[in-house]
């Protein structure tokens, strides 16, 4: 069964400071890795896309990392600001097969000023 | 910049009642989606549409749901008899193509079963 696990699960982060968001998959082989943000009641907004091949994706503030050797995805956030506050998933595309998005839970970030 | 929407944000509807949420994917798409989020809990595949069929439907999607593309834009997910179980929020998504292409999803309704 592909899995995603994330963590933490969750995380309160003063405003400015950095943060890492880790993410472990079993997906194998995939097609991509992505990191979204889903702000509270909104639908999940894709910030970086990630192939095999790639170890490293930036947008903005957000950067992710891939490592497929070890199946982990990291996704750092700089100089964090409020509106940063949010649920990150990480979703991973099986490469076969039905090619069903596999979720992770999300890892809740709360920024405070 | 184009998005997919949903209606109604939020809809409360009794036990046993149907329910219809509805999605106007963005114009271009081809693939359409389906997914639901229970509080607290991971985004969940309900089913996916292309070409006027279900393409793959999950273990949750059972007898109690449909889909229909009833014209060229919405997009529609149907309860026919809600459960309490139900109560989640329900995304639309749709995308360009399979695979490696995004999915864009929807704001999301929000059902609750009373």
């Known amino acids: 069964k592909n899995q995603v696990e994330q963590s933490p699960q969750s995380l309160i982060i003063l405003e400015g400071k950095n943060c890492t968001l880790q993410?472990?998959?079993?997906?194998?082989?995939?097609?991509?890795l992505r990191w979204y943000k889903q702000d509270t009641g909104r639908g999940p907004v894709s910030l970086t896309i990630?192939?095999?091949?790639?170890n490293t994706k930036s947008n903005g503030r957000y950067t992710a990392t891939l490592d497929a050797d070890t199946k982990q995805s990291s996704l750092h956030i700089t100089a964090s600001q409020l509106s940063d506050s949010a649920s990150y998933i990480c979703v991973v595309t099986p490469a076969y097969g039905n090619n069903r998005l596999a979720f992770g839970k999300g890892n809740q970030v709360v920024v405070i000023p | 910049e184009p998005e997919v929407t949903q209606t109604p944000s939020h809809q409360v509807t009794q036990m046993g009642q149907e329910v219809i949420l509805r999605c106007v994917p963005i114009?271009?798409?081809?693939?359409f989606y389906w997914y639901r989020q229970i509080l607290g809990q991971k985004v969940e595949f309900l089913v996916s549409?292309?070409?006027?069929?279900?393409?793959?439907k999950s273990e949750i999607f059972d007898d109690q749901f449909s889909v229909e593309r009833p014209d060229g834009s919405n997009f529609t997910l149907k309860i026919r008899s809600t459960k309490l179980e139900d109560s989640a929020m329900y995304f639309c998504?749709?995308?360009?193509?399979?695979?490696?292409?995004?999915?864009?999803f929807g704001p999301g309704t929000r059902l609750t079963v009373t």
């Open positions: 990630m192939t095999f091949s790639e």
């Open positions: 549409f292309y070409n006027n069929e279900i393409s793959e």
């Open positions: 114009s271009n798409h081809l693939y």
């Open positions: 993410c472990n998959y079993t997906v194998s082989p995939f097609s991509n």
């Open positions: 998504a749709s995308s360009v193509g399979q695979g490696g292409y995004e999915q864009y």
